[in-house]
Every structure is written in structure tokens, then in C-alpha cells.
């Protein structure tokens, strides 16, 4: 990645939103720009929105003003995208593939967004960052671009790239800090443990807990082999060894079991 440009109606809010932590240090690396639409748009007012042309209620950015705009923003090495609803979902691997083009360019669209047209002859494709309809495509490319951006070797740690949420397919375990008692609730055992190899095994049943409570469609494409390795020898001894791990254990044998079941 060396390069991220963003076409929006508010390009404040994407400059203003870069300005913090980690992204505002990729910065130093990648080189982000925002345009405002507005410098493309028509006559003295430079009109950039228009009616719909089907009956009913929606404004649409004019076609015209984001194709000029575009034209003057992409190279050869462009990848347009177009926040949208309708857009295919963004997910960690999404943001890992976008990380390795060279140059992004984000269109936030405004009101009921593009004219299909300009879609079809300047968008490689449209991305969602949920079931749900923002105001605007601008949070939504935020969204991207923190996500993009972290998957950049050069801006996290690779093994905290490779540590995160989704990467390995799970939710997160639990984190926790020093005191190692807060408000009458101690850290977990295996953590005051120091053995690497438990607190390793032990984290891995949490994250498989966690995700079978909130998001089981994740664990049907976990590969099965993953769970089997660890379920091996060593988990029964834990459940042996400590009561609170067993509520998460029956979870994850029901992981298994559901897995093996198709
Ligand atoms: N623009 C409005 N809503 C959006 C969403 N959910 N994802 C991406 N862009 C959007």
C-alpha cells in the first residue's frame, strides 16, 4: 500500500478522523488525501447533487461531477471502491487483500448514492461495513482505511496483525491488567499460572466459547483439525484441574460434536 485517496462530500471528516494513534503513524508511511467533491461540481453553486429520475423522493451525486472528479484522481494503479450497503461484506480478509494494492481510492457517496452508470464504468466494487444505512459512505471508509491499514506490515506488529480477532477465524479471549484483584474479582488462575502452554490451551477455549456464543456462524468454517489438535491430550487434564474451565469445555465439545456432524 502506498497510497489511499478519499472522493467525499465532507473530506474534513476523514482528515480529522487520521489524526490519532496508530493511523495517524501510518500516515507517515502511506500517503492519505481527501478531495472534496464539491471542486468538481457544476455552475456557480458547483451543484454536485440532482433528482432521481425514477418517481419519488432520493437525490443522487450527478453522474458527470464524480466521473470528472475520477478521472483526475486515478492512475493505472487505482483500485476504486464505493462504500455502499449493498456492498459485499468487509472482513478481515477483504482488508488484508485491499492492504496489498498500491493505490485505493474510496468514493463516500451521499443521499441514495451513485448513478449506476458511473458504478459500472469507474467502480472495481462496492463495499458494506454492515447491515445497516449510514448518512454517509464517510464513516464507512474510515472504517476501511483503519482496517487496511492495520493489516500494513509496516504500521502493527505482524504478530499482533496475526494475533487479532478474525485473523485466526475466532473472537478474541478475555484481556486483563494489573491489580490482580479489582473490585473483589481476581485474574483467572491459569493466568497466575505461568506455564505458556496452559495459558495458551486455556485461551484458545475461551476464544472458541466466546465465539460459540455470539457468533456460531464463524465456527463453521473453523477447520476442525484446529480444534482437534489442542482437544487432544492436554484439555483433559484441565478440566480435571479446574471448575471453571468446564462450562467452556462443554461448549467446546459441542463445537466438536456440531463439526463432526456437518
Ligand atoms: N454507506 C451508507 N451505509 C453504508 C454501509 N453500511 N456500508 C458502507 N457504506 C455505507
Known amino acids: 500500500m502506498e497510497k489511499i485517496t478519499v472522493l467525499s462530500l465532507f473530506p474534513q471528516m476523514i482528515t480529522d478522523a487520521l489524526s490519532y494513534g496508530i493511523v495517524k503513524r501510518a500516515k507517515g508511511i502511506i500517503s492519505i488525501n481527501s478531495h472534496n467533491l464539491r471542486d468538481w461540481g457544476e455552475g456557480t453553486y458547483q451543484k454536485v447533487d440532482d433528482l432521481s429520475v425514477a418517481p419519488g423522493p432520493g437525490m443522487l451525486l450527478k453522474a458527470n461531477v464524480v466521473a470528472n472528479a475520477l478521472k483526475d484522481l486515478i492512475d493505472d494503479e487505482a483500485h476504486v471502491i464505493h462504500m455502499s450497503p449493498r456492498g459485499t461484506p468487509l472482513t478481515s480478509q477483504k482488508a488484508l487483500e485491499?492492504?496489498?494494492?498500491k493505490h485505493l481510492v474510496i468514493v463516500a457517496?451521499?443521499?441514495?448514492g451513485l448513478d449506476q452508470r458511473v458504478i459500472d464504468n469507474y467502480i472495481d466494487e462496492e463495499i458494506s461495513?454492515?447491515?445497516?444505512?449510514?448518512?454517509?459512505?464517510e464513516l464507512a471508509s474510515l472504517v476501511l482505511i483503519d482496517s487496511v491499514l492495520r493489516m500494513t506490515g509496516d504500521i502493527l506488529r505482524p504478530d499482533a496483525v496475526e494475533?487479532?480477532?478474525?485473523?485466526?477465524?475466532?473472537?478474541?479471549?478475555?484481556?486483563?491488567?494489573k491489580p490482580l484483584?479489582?473490585?473483589n474479582k481476581m485474574?483467572?488462575?491459569?493466568?497466575?499460572?505461568?506455564?505458556?502452554?496452559?495459558?495458551n490451551e486455556t485461551r484458545f477455549i475461551e476464544q472458541l466459547y466466546i465465539t460459540w456464543l455470539r457468533r456460531p456462524d464463524l465456527l463453521r468454517d473453523y477447520p476442525?483439525?484446529?480444534v482437534e489438535t489442542t482437544h487432544k491430550n492436554p484439555l483433559t487434564k484441565i478440566k480435571k484441574q479446574n471448575d471453571l474451565l468446564k462450562k467452556r469445555l462443554l461448549a467446546f465439545e459441542k463445537v466438536i460434536q456440531e463439526k463432526r456432524d456437518g
Open 109 to 112: 457517496s451521499r443521499y441514495e
Open 224 to 226: 476442525l483439525c484446529k
Open 98 to 101: 485491499l492492504s496489498q494494492k
Open 187 to 199: 485474574i483467572p488462575e491459569y493466568l497466575k499460572s505461568g506455564n505458556h502452554k496452559l495459558i
Open 163 to 177: 494475533d487479532e480477532s478474525f485473523q485466526k477465524g475466532l473472537l478474541e479471549y478475555p484481556h486483563y491488567t
Open 129 to 137: 461495513i454492515g447491515d445497516y444505512v449510514l448518512s454517509g459512505g
Open 181 to 183: 484483584e479489582f473490585e
